[in-house]
Every structure is written in C-alpha cells, then in structure tokens.
C-alpha cells in the first residue's frame, strides 16, 4: 500500500486530538498505538470493503470456520507488514520522534484460546487472506480472556485478564447484523395450512447475538478477509423480559469467559450456552447472508463450507437443520444430503477426558427443538446401520450413548470429511479411537498435518533471521515458503554459518534482557538456551524436563571440576486453574529454578527460567532465542504440537519423541538433525496391551532414577512438601501414567548428545541451517491450501500468476 507521507503526519495529528484533545507529546505509548491502530484500520477499510463486495457480487464460494477459540496475537505489526507499511511508518514515526516498537508493545494481546488449537485457527485466517482464499472465522467475544498468570512463592495465581479495557482499535460493531438466538422454553410442531411441520415455540430466552468484525489483512495482496466474534446481549424492545436480575446476569455471562482448561471435558452448563449461542449465531448470518444471492437453497452447498473446529462447534450441524427444515420448509432427505456436504470436522486430540458428551437432559432444556432433531438423527442412523453392521457395531456408532450426546459421534456422521492435524493422529483416530468410523466412512476420513504462518513467527518475530534469509536466498520464499530450502545451499558455507550464529546471539540477548528486566536473573547469552513452551499438561512431560534438570544440577554439585556445557533452561506455561497435578509441576518448576539459580556453586553453568503467563506475545519473544526445543510429550498423545514446526522455523535442533508432527519433522530435516528419543507410539500401545510396564521396577534398580526421585521428597527441593509427594506417589506408586520413568535414560543420552554437539559450532550451527531450511513444508499456507483443495473446494480468486503455490513441498 501507498502511504503520503505528509497526509499520514497530518491524520495522525488529526486522529490524536479528535480521540483525546490533547498533543502528541501528551499521549501515553498505549493512546498512541491507538491512534496508529486507527489510522491503519482507516487505510485497509478500502480493500476490506472492496473484498467483501467482489466476494458478494461473484458469488465465490466461501469458508466459514468455526472455533471456540483464536489467538490472534498483537495485530498492528502483523497488519502493517501485511499492507507491506511496516518500514514505511517506522519511518515516518520516526521523523515524529516516536518509536513504532514503543507503540506495537502497547498493545494488549488478545488471549481469546488455551493453546495450539486456537494459534491453529488464528495462524489458518492468516494464510486463507494471504492465498487470497474466501474465509471468515466466527468465535466469541470473550469479555474476558485467558486469565492472567502469577507467580506467587512459585503457585500459580490467576487474575482476570480484562483485555478490552481500553478499547479495541481493530473491531467494528455491527449491530445491524445481530441476530436472535433462543435458548430454553418448549418447541412443539404442528403442520400450517400447506401440511408442513412448523414448530412453535413457548417461553423461550431470546439473546442478541451482535457481531464484531475484525479485518483479517493478506499478506501484500489487497485481500482482506474477516474474523467475526459474537457478543451476547438484551435484544432491544425485549427489556421488559428482562427486568430480574438473574436474567440479565444469565445473558450478560454468556459472553464472559474463556472456559481455560484445554485437554480436558467440562459438562457445565454455560459452557453448553456459549457453543450453542457461537453456532446459531454463525449459522444464521450465513444463510442470511446467502439468501441475498439469487439461488435455491438446495444449491448451498455449492457456495458455502462450514468447518468445525474440534467438537465444540458441533453443534452448527443440527442448527443448520433446523434452519433448513423449520425455515425453509425442505425435506429431511434433502436437508441431510445438504447438511453433510456442507459440513467438515478436524478432531484435535486423541484424550478421552477431552470428548465432550454432552447429558441429554441439559440438551433438552437448553436448546429443545436441536435435541428433537439430534434425536431424529440418531434413531435414522441406527435404523439404517443395524441391517448393515449389526446392532452392536449400530450402538456403538450411536450419537446418543447411556444418556448423553457423543459429539465426536454427531460431527463424523454430520460431515463429508473428519481430519486430524497430524500422519500419526490420524492414522490413530483410523485405527484406533474412531476405528469403527473408519469402517463405515472410509473415504471421510483424511491427514491435514498443521502449519504455522512464517510471517509471524519468522518475518515479525525474527526480522534478524528474515534479513539474512533475505540476504541469500532473495525475497520469494515470503510467497512461497517452500523456497525456504534454497537456504540449504549454504549449509557448507562458513560465513552464512557464522551469520546465522549472530542473528541467534542477538536474540538470545534481546531475550536476557527481558529476563532481567522481569525477573532480576542473569542468564549467560552464550549458554545454550532449551525451551519448552505450551500448555502444562502431564501427557506434555514438563515433568520429564525438569527430572533432567534436577540431574543435571546433581551432575555439576558432585563434579565441580566438570566440565559441563551451561544450559538455560526456559519455561513457559499455563496450568488449568482446576488441574491441580499441572499446578504441582509448576511449582516444583519453580521450586527447582530458585535451587539452582541462588547456589553460587552452579552459576552459569545451570539456569532455570519459568516466564510468567506465556501467551503469543512471549512466544514471539522467546522463540527467536531458542536452541533446544523440547517436543517431548508421551508418544501418540500429543495429537500434532505447532511450536515445534516455530522453534525449528527459527533455527531450533528439536529433542523428540515420535509423537504429532515430529515424525514429520524428523521426516524433512532427517534422522542426523533431530534428537529422538523414548517409546514409539507402537511401543505404548502394546505396553496398553500387555500392562507389563511396572514404574516402580525402574525406580527401584536405577540409581539415576531413585536419586532425583527422591531428592522430591527428602527436602532436597525446598519447599515441595505436598507437590514433591503427589508427584513422587504418581511416578512410583501409581504406575506413571506418562511413562516418564520408562523414557527417562533415553532422554538423558539425547540430552548428552545435544550438550556434545553444541562444543562444535560448525556443526550445530550447520544443524540449525538445515531445521530453517527445512521448515518450508510446515507453512499453513499448504496446509490451507489443502483443505481448500480436497474438503472445502474453494478457490483462491487471486489471479493465477499471484498465487505463489504452484509448488508443493
Ligand atoms: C490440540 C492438540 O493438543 C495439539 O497437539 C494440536 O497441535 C492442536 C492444533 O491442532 O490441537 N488439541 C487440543 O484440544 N488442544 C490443542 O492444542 C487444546
């Protein structure tokens, strides 16, 4: 995008008294990146506009992604690099003596998700805009998002995180989109005049659902696509129904809070609202939004592709039913038909304690005329599959089980496509946890391995690694992230080597400084820097890291002469405030960091880093940093993991288990530049199978394991009284659930070989290289590109000649 300089000066100065009546020289860093934010906004509001009308005017077919969750990180970096204005406006602030980093700090962070799934979904609107793919995402609102993480006396402590406090530059509300969603009451069908069944419904709650859209910028390419989230509100005129408390309360609460707990299934009745209220909401702005067209709503599916994300919008299935069937007055045959080609579900997780099955009798009250016709649904499905399969094979495929909706259930058999995020994932979920699905629907199911955009995580998190990059492969690969493995061309280079060491020591130090500044430690930049970032959870291994690490500290106490290569050992993590066992291994986390970084006798050989309240923002901090990127998790629990394709996008060697998408990684970069360790996930099973694993063998006859096992509860680590036992119990005495014994030699020999690599520089550098150059495979952009391929059947509407992906990895 062009930019007039003087014209930008003068808005600017325009914008800043018109929002606070006051001089520039006045205005706080936070009030200053607002008026930045919308100026910005201001400028692409053309080509958001211009884009929605060529989608309308040629009525291109288009996606409609349905998440719970988006975590879409600060915004105005990313827009001005996507309106190709970033060195532009850096420089014009700068002749107005401002910084534009001051400002791009400022902003709140959006944490409107619990992890991967909901980076996933933001890093896919990035890349629909940037192919120039017809997309819209549809989330919730919420007033509140992840909480905030505090570290007290090494506890986590969380605190509401009210991001919208100042305001929000980049959403627009459109009140005249609202739409009604009706919650409770009694539906009851009777047939008009013309024979058709019409429900009719009775004391039903009736909440606005208000739309907020935020434009979602292509990468330089003038596409701007929208990310709409609901807000729940009193509908106008309906104040009267409303006039207790508790009412008001109940809607008002809707739209509140981010359910923070990621892995695992809560069956609270708000949580049930809030997937009904996101679905109804969607789906009547899509059909709304359709009918303006001139065509038959038989012929819907051919312009419009909804996709759910995880079972928690499932519910879009039968909602979209009931539009077709009580407002459109069509078949149930056809509605079916319609329904299912429409449709497509990605499972994100393998754990049991993540299915949502919803009771009957919370359905029932809550959204009536939907359970009438999930019932219905099921009743067709077993009656048609018992003649087919038998009556076992018929229930056991049910989607209504021993009183409950299985979701999982209704969003394979309400889909023509059900993919997981990873080759292993998905051969499990075939083979193993939906292995009857896979014998009825064969042809539903499909691998899309995730991917992660490199214009975050390389271009805006890495502009040092972006400019070398730049330097010798050339610009393209920003189009066509394949091209990233030109880069390996120089993989015998000394120079490019050396210069890749820089950029690495210069984001070491960027990030030690951050930890001075927030946590008064000193870390050695030199040291080598392994980072574990994601979600606390046990089938993930914090725990297994921080067991070396008590090793570790051990190692250098006995040998003070050894010597033993420094490691900084950084965390980042949120536990789920109801997950107290998480909560536990945060503690020792802490517990053991301040051990080791107060004993003089350690120094710098050994640091260990616990960030507070790791969100997008710190993870663009600190993977630019990182050498060692720990993928550690229990092997075929981890379902894809996307900061492992991060962390070796910026240079990282990934220790590993063959678990999610590290098996492709390992696949790319090869067996010599990947740290492998630990059962495979073959091995686990038959270990299911056999129940021959017994931990407290292990504890028992290795001295290695029994000394750092026990320095948990003989007051080695201060205090972790009540952790250290409840931690030691479930490792020796409840069998170790994650096989974290059973691994633990092999991942101290990959630790080994990581600490011998790393006294050769030419080497670990010349590892580093071939990670980035091998990244290129890992970029959403062909993820995308594959879903709009094979399940959406959607087309970019950029002309052939921009679209930059002729080339598949
Ligand atoms: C997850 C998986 O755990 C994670 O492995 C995957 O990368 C991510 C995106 O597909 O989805 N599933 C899940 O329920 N959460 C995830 O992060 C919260």
């Given at each position: 995008?062009?930019?007039?300089?003087?014209?930008?000066?003068?808005?600017?100065?325009?914008?800043?008294?018109?929002?606070?009546?006051?001089?520039?020289?006045?205005?706080?860093?936070?009030?200053?990146?607002?008026?930045?934010?919308?100026?910005?906004?201001?400028?692409?509001?053309?080509?958001?506009?211009?884009?929605?009308?060529?989608?309308?005017?040629?009525q291109v077919k288009q996606l409609y992604y349905f998440s719970m969750e988006y975590l879409p990180g600060r915004m105005l970096k990313s827009n001005l690099l996507n309106l190709d204005l970033l060195d532009t406006v850096r420089d014009i602030l700068k002749d107005m003596h401002l910084d534009l980093d001051e400002l791009i700090q400022a902003e709140v962070d959006p944490a409107l998700g619990n992890g991967g799934l909901g980076r996933l979904a933001s890093c896919f609107m990035d890349s629909l805009a940037s192919l120039g793919i017809p997309g819209a995402g549809d989330g919730i609102r919420y007033k509140y998002g992840l909480f905030q993480q505090k570290f007290i006396e090494g506890h986590q402590v969380e605190v509401p995180e009210n991001w919208l406090r100042n305001g929000n530059v980049w959403e627009t509300r459109r009140e005249n989109k609202a739409v009604i969603v009706r919650f409770g009451g009694q539906a009851y069908l009777y047939e008009d005049a013309n024979g058709h069944l019409v429900p009719f419904y009775q004391n039903t709650q009736n909440i606005l659902a208000v739309p907020y859209d935020t434009a979602v910028i292509g990468y330089q390419n003038e596409i701007i696509n929208t990310l709409r989230l609901w807000s729940a509100e009193i509908p106008p005129h309906e104040e009267i129904h409303y006039h207790n408390l508790a009412d008001q309360q109940s809607v008002n609460q809707l739209t509140e809070v981010l359910y923070p707990d990621d892995s695992n299934y809560e069956g609270r009745l708000l949580r049930l609202r809030q997937e009904y209220f996101l679905c109804s909401a969607g789906i009547q702005s899509i059909i709304r939004y359709y009918k303006k067209m001139d065509r038959t709503m038989q012929e819907i599916a051919e312009y419009v592709a909804i996709h759910i994300n995880d079972t928690h919008p499932a519910l879009c299935i039968p909602e979209f039913m009931r539009i077709l069937l009580d407002e459109e007055q069509m078949s149930w045959g056809q509605v079916w038909e319609i329904t299912k080609k429409t449709m497509s579900y990605t499972n994100h997780t393998i754990m049991q304690e993540a299915m949502e099955k919803w009771p009957v009798y919370m359905l029932e009250e809550t959204i009536p005329r939907v359970y009438q016709i999930i019932e219905e649904l099921n009743r067709r499905q077993i009656e048609k599959k018992i003649p087919l399969y038998g009556e076992e094979m018929a229930y056991r495929t049910a989607i209504i089980q021993e009183g409950h909706v299985?979701?999982?259930?209704?969003?394979?058999?309400?889909?023509?496509?059900?993919?997981?995020?990873?080759?292993?994932?998905?051969?499990?979920?075939?083979?193993?946890?939906?292995?009857?699905?896979?014998?009825?629907?064969?042809?539903?199911?499909?691998?899309?391995?995730?991917?992660?955009?490199?214009?975050?995580?390389?271009?805006?998190?890495?502009?040092?690694?972006?400019?070398?990059?730049?330097?010798?492969?050339?610009?393209?690969?920003?189009?066509?992230?394949?091209?990233?493995?030109?880069?390996?061309?120089?993989?015998?280079?000394?120079?490019?080597?050396?210069?890749?060491?820089?950029?690495?020591?210069?984001?070491?130090?960027?990030?030690?400084?951050?930890?001075?500044?927030?946590?008064?430690?000193?870390?050695?930049?030199?040291?080598?820097?392994?980072?574990?970032?994601?979600?606390?959870?046990?089938?993930?291994?914090?725990?297994?890291?921080?067991?070396?690490?008590?090793?570790?500290?051990?190692?250098?106490?006995?040998?003070?002469?050894?010597?033993?290569?420094?490691?900084?050992?950084?965390?980042?993590?949120?536990?789920?405030?109801?997950?107290?066992?998480?909560?536990?291994?945060?503690?020792?986390?802490?517990?053991?960091?301040?051990?080791?970084?107060?004993?003089?006798?350690?120094?710098?050989?050994?640091?260990?880093?616990?960030?507070?309240?790791?969100?997008?923002?710190?993870?663009?901090?600190?993977?630019?940093?990182?050498?060692?990127?720990?993928?550690?998790?229990?092997?075929?629990?981890?379902?894809?993991?996307?900061?492992?394709?991060?962390?070796?996008?910026?240079?990282?060697?990934?220790?590993?288990?063959?678990?999610?998408?590290?098996?492709?990684?390992?696949?790319?970069?090869?067996?010599?530049?990947?740290?492998?360790?630990?059962?495979?996930?073959?091995?686990?099973?038959?270990?299911?199978?056999?129940?021959?694993?017994?931990?407290?063998?292990?504890?028992?006859?290795?001295?290695?394991?029994?000394k750092v096992l026990n320095a948990l509860i003989d007051g080695t680590i201060p205090d972790v009284l009540e952790e250290g036992h409840v931690i030691f119990d479930s490792l020796v005495n409840d069998n170790d659930e994650y096989f974290i014994l059973k691994d633990f030699d092999s991942y101290l020999r990959a630790q080994e070989k990581v600490d011998e690599l790393y006294q050769d520089p030419h080497k670990w550098n010349q590892k580093s290289l071939l990670n980035i150059a091998s990244s290129g495979p890992f970029s959403a952009d062909f993820t995308i590109k594959r879903y709009a391929d094979e399940i959406w059947h959607i087309d970019s509407v950029l002309p052939e000649e921009e679209q930059h992906m002729h080339h598949e990895p």
């Open positions: 995008m062009e930019l007039d300089r003087t014209d930008f000066k003068k808005n600017f100065q325009r914008v800043t008294t018109g929002l606070y009546g006051v001089d520039i020289e006045e205005c706080s860093p936070s009030q200053l990146y607002t008026v930045l934010g919308t100026l910005i906004k201001a400028y692409a509001g053309e080509d958001w506009n211009k884009t929605k009308k060529y989608y309308e005017e040629e299985n979701m999982a259930h209704l969003a394979i058999i309400g889909s023509h496509s059900v993919n997981g995020v990873a080759q292993l994932h998905t051969n499990l979920l075939k083979h193993e946890v939906l292995k009857e699905f896979n014998q009825l629907y064969p042809a539903k199911f499909n691998n899309k391995t995730n991917g992660i955009t490199q214009r975050r995580w390389l271009q805006l998190a890495n502009e040092e690694l972006t400019a070398l990059l730049d330097r010798k492969i050339g610009t393209e690969w920003k189009k066509n992230p394949a091209e990233l493995k030109i880069f390996k061309s120089f993989a015998e280079d000394e120079e490019t080597l050396n210069e890749l060491a820089e950029v690495k020591l210069k984001n070491k130090k960027r990030f030690a400084a951050y930890v001075k500044e927030a946590l008064d430690i000193e870390i050695d930049p030199t040291a080598l820097f392994d980072v574990q970032i994601k979600r606390l959870h046990e089938y993930k291994r914090q725990l297994l890291n921080v067991l070396h690490i008590i090793h570790r500290y051990f190692d250098i106490k006995e040998n003070p002469e050894k010597d033993i290569q420094p490691r900084v050992f950084i965390f980042g993590a949120k536990a789920a405030p109801s997950y107290l066992y998480a909560k536990y291994v945060i503690k020792l986390i802490n517990s053991v960091a301040k051990l080791v970084n107060e004993d003089h006798a350690v120094g710098d050989k050994l640091k260990v880093i616990f960030v507070e309240n790791y969100g997008v923002s710190l993870a663009e901090l600190i993977i630019p940093a990182a050498e060692v990127s720990e993928q550690i998790s229990l092997a075929s629990k981890e379902a894809s993991g996307t900061s492992n394709m991060k962390l070796m996008l910026n240079g990282a060697l990934t220790v590993a288990t063959l678990d999610g998408a590290n098996v492709e990684i390992r696949d790319h970069v090869g067996d010599d530049n990947i740290f492998l360790f630990g059962l495979t996930a073959e091995e686990v099973y038959q270990y299911y199978q056999d129940g021959t694993y017994q931990s407290r063998e292990i504890y028992e006859t290795n001295p290695q394991v029994r």
